[in-house]
């Protein structure tokens, strides 16, 4: 009973390491290293793909934040302080160039 527990561990570890061996001698092909190389622009488009919306949603949340502060500075009122030396403009004069 031992020995044939052996003889299949065998057999397994052996199939094991001859489909591990294939494996990589089709990946050194040429059509495997372009299999592996479209793999891997594949993923690297879908990363820039992915941070693009990223940065797309970000500029989106931002430009919502500045339209919301521009927004409120609408709806502030502003009120004007006469200047205490200013009692020409509030005659209706016009104030003189200088050097006139």
Do not use: C, H
Request: aromatic share 4%.
């Amino acid at each position: 009973m031992r020995r044939l527990f052996w003889f299949g561990a065998g057999v397994a570890a052996g199939v094991a390491l001859a489909r591990k061996l294939n494996e990589t001698a089709r990946k050194a092909t040429p059509s495997g290293m372009a299999e592996q190389l479209g793999g891997a622009v594949r993923e690297l488009a879908g990363a820039v793909g992915s941070f693009g919306a990223e940065v797309r949603a970000g500029m989106q949340e931002r430009e919502q934040e500045l339209q919301d502060v521009v927004d409120r500075a609408d709806t502030v009122q502003f009120r004007r302080i006469d200047a205490p030396g200013d009692a020409g403009a509030a005659n209706g004069r016009r104030a003189r160039r200088a050097g006139r």
